[in-house]
């Protein structure tokens, strides 16, 4: 086992049933998860996009 290897302390993290993955795309203001661009916010939430609603 060899130590100082470049990219050994960088594994790339599978997108697969790991919360540290998807936490950064919770809202943090209405906790809605915003997969992709565009995404509803739950009602009330000050960081919705507000021409979103009407
Ligand atoms: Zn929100």
């Given at each position: 086992m060899t130590q100082g290897e470049p990219g050994a302390a960088a594994e790339p993290v599978q997108p697969?049933?790991?919360a540290v993955c998807w936490l950064h795309l919770v809202?943090?203001?209405?906790?809605?998860?915003?997969?992709?661009?565009?995404d509803p916010h739950r009602p009330g939430c000050d960081a919705a996009p507000r021409e979103a609603r009407p």
């Open positions: 697969q049933g790991d809202c943090e203001s209405c906790g809605a998860l915003l997969e992709r661009e565009g």
